[in-house]
């Protein structure tokens, strides 16, 4: 009997729901120092000095000196704009950390970051990415005959599209307990990975990665928002080691709005060039993306992904992208649940949509005209997708959601459609799968979790390959030390990757014990593969009271094809979660910052997360094209509901309107005065 | 002053019993903890920072919602929870449980008071709106005496109000409604539990009519215009709100609040 496909349930669960699981803010080691973080209250400026009473343990640059890792890529044009560990002779953004203050307790560190004065002088904060004069990155990539697509073209559709910053704001903020061992350090992370931080570590602290053990207790959520170490992370780090003191900071929910990096903050310019019969026969854009003040690992992730993207589920002959990644005063850009294919989905996607007005055509009819049928298959920006139908996903999303249509006097109702493509997997990961002494099964990964489900799937995985119950397989995740390299889990890539691992590690191990071996047996595997490339089309009706411009999404239908699915429940949950934060997206999340460059949404009081009363109807499906990249079939899940809703939301919101442009969030207020 | 370290800034703090030994503790620099659905997020932030908190719960004699003589009489130290399951309230003042509800989650409504909502004023807030279409008066206490202030004249505008730091808020009296009145209120909110962003209360009963808008300005008011084209069953006029929005907003809420 097959454990690939069941839906079994979350083996995660009960110790969480019992209050057992250890968060890093639950863990304790003796002689631990608290830290608390002096942060820049200015956007932009010089600082001429830093003083403390005596007593105070504050540490600043001059301590504390070094910055965080940024590779480079060949293909990428990336200023050296580094973020510090602390801020030296300037600040960049509003809650930049200047000063580290320890202290026996988190209390006191706070009251003693008050008494730490620093000298700023105050300069002009760059606030609109379009005004700034400096770029932290730059990518032009194109194929075909873009130019004379266009000069041919018997219709050429232009769109702007602007999506604000998001916070990712999991449940659990940042933290991190670092402990001085041996000449190196055992760390305990709120983190996405154990494998992005070490490398994160040892390059800010210059120390051999070899000589840091990294651990994750449970972690309560990332969305992308804990993948590479942050300032505050390397800083405590450096100040265990400096001071031969365990040093913990568990981060507080204003400074994760101040401080952890956020998502999207990208506009685009976008044409399509289409010919008499509906063909899309070009694709141009121009990406600004709102990257802040400096470069972190994985700042430019997400304008490299929308720009690769940009070709979306349609088979183009021609395409040229730019992206423009601008540095203003504000905290960096990173991945947040989607990273990039949101922004690709809705840049393109509503673009469509406006083609299909302007050439009076059916939004389905003209994708249909252009959906990619045959795979493999290469976009001109080079991306090449692996399996897929998306046709199919198209016409179960717009049967399962019931489009409507129509005046109903007080209020309007439109259907949107949107399709998506996304990039998961890559690279590699290891694992190891053992029978031990006792007789266990145990299954090992590199990848670690933060909140998925990786042991339940990991289980499951394991057990259809050995021939066992998933119950009788343990699993240990997310221990630098366990001997399994690998890179993390983001990029919905954990099942592909990490599972694909396993299950190769069980398959050699399930031969040795078919050959009648026993005893103590371990197999290890180390999994690589190109990219694969999920996708969905996803469908929303809205009804836009006239009155007051108030949105209320009818219901919402998510199809996913994301390869083979392990485990049906958590997939189910994943779509659910991610539609959620899509909608969240499109209805009322916003990171705003003022013309000084304060934010201003700093709190749930201003940043508004949805609620449970607020969800609609959601109508979940799979479709299933197997992937040929890995043994499992497997792409990814963990994204599709964020990429997809707001897309299929805001041209929803569009055939409301009549093509009025809004962009989102789609807020009664802008639907009110569009409406006007 | 000892003590654990907390996350506000440093305080004294004292849990006085009586409502005179309270009395004798507020002023300046002492402020009054009700609640602490409000102050505490403050003190967290940092943006409240008294030298001296005093904290109401142990004062005797402050939580007490009864009818008196077709008054009801609350307690400035009442939780919302009580208003909210409260039969009197139900009966007799329908209006402010239909508020009440409103206000943030159930978590809040356990612990947050209707003397702390008044206090705080925040424009934003149901309860004081309810309070002013119903005509309610509030009984206020100081060392130097006592007085009444009428629903309208509590509030200045955000967080500001006409208490001064030596008085307390001690109870609020509400009048019976008209025979034969009907009441609603209703917001508009971004998430369920939110803050609302407008927001009507309303109270209509032959020959009387009292409507109280959230959002119209920075503190609750009146709508007199309207209020006297419903009792003359004339057309309604325009909310007087500067904002576009928010006077289409109301418009909107307020016909829903009559319907």
């Not at chain 1, 191990?509 to 026993?518: P, V």
């Not at chain 1, 929803?652 to 442009?661: F, N, Q, Y």
Request: contains cysteine.
């Amino acid at each position: 009997m097959s454990w690939i496909g069941r839906a079994v349930p979350r083996r995660e669960d009960e110790p969480i729901l019992r209050g057992e699981a250890r968060y890093l803010d639950d863990l304790h080691v003796d002689g631990v120092l608290h830290a608390a973080f002096v942060r820049s209250p200015f956007a932009r400026a010089r600082v001429t000095g830093v003083s403390a009473p005596a007593g105070l343990t504050v540490l600043t640059a001059s301590e504390v000196p070094g910055t965080l890792l940024v590779e480079g890529r060949p293909d990428l044009e990336l200023t050296d704009a580094p973020h510090p560990l602390l801020a030296g002779d300037e600040v960049r953004y509003a809650g930049q950390p200047v000063a580290l203050v320890l202290a026996s307790s988190r209390a006191l560190a706070e009251d003693a970051a008050e008494l730490v004065e620093v000298d700023y002088d105050p300069l002009d904060a760059v606030v609109d990415p379009r005004a700034a004069s400096e770029t932290l990155l730059r990518f032009e990539k194109r194929s075909g005959d873009v130019e004379g697509a266009f000069a041919a073209a018997a219709h050429v559709v232009r769109a702007r599209h602007a999506i604000p910053r998001v916070a990712a704001a999991p449940m659990e903020t940042r933290g991190v307990l670092a402990e001085p061992a041996g000449g190196g350090l055992r760390v305990w992370a709120s983190a996405q990975d154990v494998h992005r931080t070490r490398a994160g570590l040892a390059h800010a602290l210059a120390l051999d990665p070899a000589a840091i053990r990294v651990t994750l207790p449970e972690v309560g959520g990332a969305f992308g928002s804990k993948g590479t170490p942050s300032p505050e992370t390397a800083s405590v780090a450096a100040a265990a080691l400096r001071l031969g003191r365990p040093v913990k900071w568990a981060e507080d929910r204003f400074e994760n709005f101040l401080a952890a990096y956020q998502g999207r903050g990208m506009e685009a310019e976008v044409e399509l060039a289409l010919d008499a019969g509906g063909r899309i026969l070009a694709v141009r854009a121009h990406i600004v993306a709102d990257l802040g003040a400096y470069l972190l690992g994985n700042t430019a992730a997400p304008p490299h992904t929308c720009a690769m993207l940009m070709c979306g589920c349609y088979a183009i002959p021609a395409a040229a992208v730019t992206v423009v990644g601008a540095r203003t005063d504000k905290v960096p850009t990173g991945p947040c649940r989607g990273a990039g294919r949101p922004e690709a989905a809705a840049f393109l996607e509503l673009t469509v949509d406006r083609a299909a007005r302007e050439l009076g055509l059916d939004p389905v009819e003209l994708r249909r005209r252009n959906v990619i049928r045959a795979f493999p298959h290469e976009t001109p920006l080079g991306f090449v997708y692996d399996s897929g139908d998306y046709e199919r996903c198209m016409d179960l999303a717009v049967e399962l959601v019931e489009p409507e249509h129509g005046d109903e006097g007080d209020r309007i109702v439109a259907t949107g459609v949107a399709l998506y493509v996304e990039r998961a997997g890559g690279q590699f990961e290891e694992a190891r799968v053992a029978v031990e002494a006792d007789g266990h099964v145990v299954a090992t990964a590199g990848s670690g979790p933060h909140g998925q489900g990786h042991a339940t799937t990991f289980a499951q995985i394991v057990a259809d390959a050995l021939g066992i119950e998933p119950g009788a397989v343990g699993v240990r995740l997310g221990d630098s030390d366990a001997g399994l390299d690998g890179i993390g889990t983001f990029a919905s890539r954990t099942t592909a990757m990490a599972g694909s691992a396993l299950l190769l590690a069980a398959r050699r191990l399930r031969e040795r014990l078919d050959a009648g071996e026993t005893g103590p047996l371990s197999e290890q595997a180390r999994f690589s593969s190109d990219q694969v490339f999920g996708s969905g089309a996803y469908a929303a009706v809205v009804e836009i009271e006239r009155a007051t411009g108030e949105l209320r999404v009818r219901r919402i239908a998510a199809v996913d094809d994301a390869g083979t699915i392990v485990n049906p429940l958590l997939a189910h949950g994943q779509v659910c979660g991610g539609t959620v934060h899509g909608l969240g997206a499109a209805l009322t999340e916003e990171m705003v910052h003022n013309e000084d460059g304060q934010p201003t949404t700093a709190s749930f009081l201003d940043y508004s997360l949805l609620t449970a009363a607020e969800l609609p109807d959601i109508r979940a499906e799979f479709v299933q094209s197997p992937s040929p990249r890995n043994p499992l079939g497997a792409k990814g899940i963990g994204e599709g509901g964020a990429i997809g809703t707001p897309a299929a939301i805001g041209n929803a919101v569009a055939a409301a309107l009549g093509g009025r442009h809004v962009d989102p969030p789609y807020t009664a207020e802008k639907l009110w005065a569009a409406l006007r | 002053m000892g003590g654990a370290a907390v996350k506000p800034a440093p305080f004294a703090y004292a849990s006085p019993t009586t409502l005179d030994e309270a009395l004798a503790l507020v002023g300046n620099e002492s402020r009054p903890l009700a609640g602490g659905q409000s102050l505490v997020p403050m003190l967290n932030f940092r943006l409240a920072r008294p030298e001296r908190l005093v904290d109401l719960e142990r004062v005797e004699g402050l939580a007490s919602l009864r009818e008196d003589g077709g008054s009801l009489r609350i307690g400035a130290m009442t939780r919302h929870a009580a208003i909210e399951r409260s039969r009197v309230v139900a009966e007799g003042w329908p209006l402010l449980r239909q508020a009440v509800v409103l206000v943030g989650h159930p978590q809040i409504r356990s612990r947050g008071t209707i003397g702390g909502s008044l206090a705080h004023a925040d424009p934003k807030a149901e309860l004081p709106v309810a309070l002013a279409a119903l005509g309610a008066r509030y009984h206020v206490r100081s060392t130097r005496g006592a007085r009444t202030i009428a629903a309208l004249d509590l509030a200045l505008g955000p967080l500001m109000t006409t208490l001064a730091p030596d008085e307390l808020l001690v109870e609020i009296e509400v009048p019976a409604l008209p025979p034969g009145a009907r009441t609603a209120f209703v917001e508009r909110a971004r998430t369920h539990g939110d803050f609302a962003i407008a927001g009507v209360a309303a109270v209509r009963a032959p020959g009387h009519a009292a409507i109280a808008l959230l959002g119209a300005a920075p503190k609750p008011v009146r709508a007199p215009a309207i209020e006297a084209a419903l009792i003359n069953g004339d057309e309604l006029p325009a909310p007087e709100v500067d904002d576009a929005y928010q006077r289409a907003l109301l418009t909107a809420l307020i016909e829903r609040a009559i319907a």
